[in-house]
């Protein structure tokens, strides 16, 4: 499903649509192709997907949240593989060392006039309450509804 019209969007599309810009992509994709050359620099089966459409299943699983059933239906591929490109894209980038944020210490050091900003927004995940009466079991469910009971 990867579309090579995607490059000749602005870099305001092209960053809406993937989180990243386009000089940021293409950095992330010659780290991969460099990784993926030296993973099947013996031979190997070459995989049928190009290194720029792993990188997009990741950019939209890391922005949409989407599922990887979803994702795999997007590209025509397995779910199980999905999961295992997404997660070779991800242990890639990291060892690169090229996205990591400076550790505490580093950031206690800097100046004054530089600034991180991380996002860390919580999202409440809504759950049904438990009612008190389905904790409890036995003669003490008994107890709790006969006290309830007397209270009305």
Known sequence: MYDETIFEKSNAVFKRLTGVK????????????????????????????????????????????????HIANSYNYSESQTYKTIKWVENTLIKSGVFNIPGKKKLHTLDKESVVLIDVTESPIERPQKKAAQLLFGKEKAAYIENTSNCE
Do not use: C
């Open 22 to 69: 386009k000089q940021t992509f293409k950095v992330m994709a010659n780290i991969l192709r460099l990784q993926y050359q030296a993973d099947h620099k013996f031979g190997g089966k070459p995989s049928n997907r190009t290194i720029e459409e792993k990188l997009l299943m990741t950019l939209e699983y890391w922005r949409e949240y989407r599922t990887y059933f």
